[in-house]
């Protein structure tokens, strides 16, 4: 599959264009034309990119990428071993932050509350384009034996100091 038909059919099936995001969806940092080889991860650490490139992976697919808003633009450091690494091996970068979050099926949300047996009652912010509140569900249950090691987050003006 060519890289940016892979990137259409992520952005499509997370809805992604539907998000204001604190950094790009999509393919990130452009490597090989061709994509048949994917390693996915949460964060593109250097870790994951040297796993990638023993696999000889195509592409990466993570959660948290790069380029987030307000994010220094130099490239120096550790930003700089990064991309080289990708940009030495032909990788692509692919990184979807809040189509993750949020997608009611394939989220990370909503499959860690199927992991754990948690029901999910409602949802309480939608996430799109003018959502001040990062606050998704609402825990109605919690399986037999689980630590609740999790606590309320609260959003918006009503913040308290302490927590900001």
């Not at 892979?6 to 990130?28: C, M, R, T, V």
């Not at 550790?78 to 809040?98: P, V, W």
């Not at 992991?115 to 912010?125: D, E, F, H």
Request: net charge positive.
């Amino acid at each position: 599959m060519k890289n940016t038909e892979l990137e259409s059919l992520i952005n499509e099936k997370l809805n992604s264009s539907a998000f204001s995001d604190y950094g790009p969806n999509g393919l990130q940092v452009e490597g090989r034309d061709t994509v048949q080889k994917i390693i996915t991860g949460v964060t593109a650490s250097q870790a994951l990119l040297d796993e990638a490139v023993r696999q000889e992976a195509d592409a990466v697919i993570v959660h948290h990428g790069y380029f987030w808003k307000n994010e220094s633009p130099i490239v120096r450091g550790m930003k700089r071993n990064r991309l080289k690494t990708l940009l030495a091996n032909d990788i692509n970068l692919y990184g979807y932050h809040l189509p993750l979050d949020a997608h009611p099926e394939l989220g990370n949300n909503v499959q860690l509350a199927q992991l754990l047996g948690i029901t999910v009652m409602v949802k309480l912010s939608r996430w799109y384009r003018g959502a001040s509140c990062r606050c998704r569900y609402r825990v109605l249950s919690w399986p037999p034996g689980l630590k609740h090691v999790w606590a309320a987050v609260r959003c918006g003006a009503a913040i308290p100091a302490r927590i900001r």
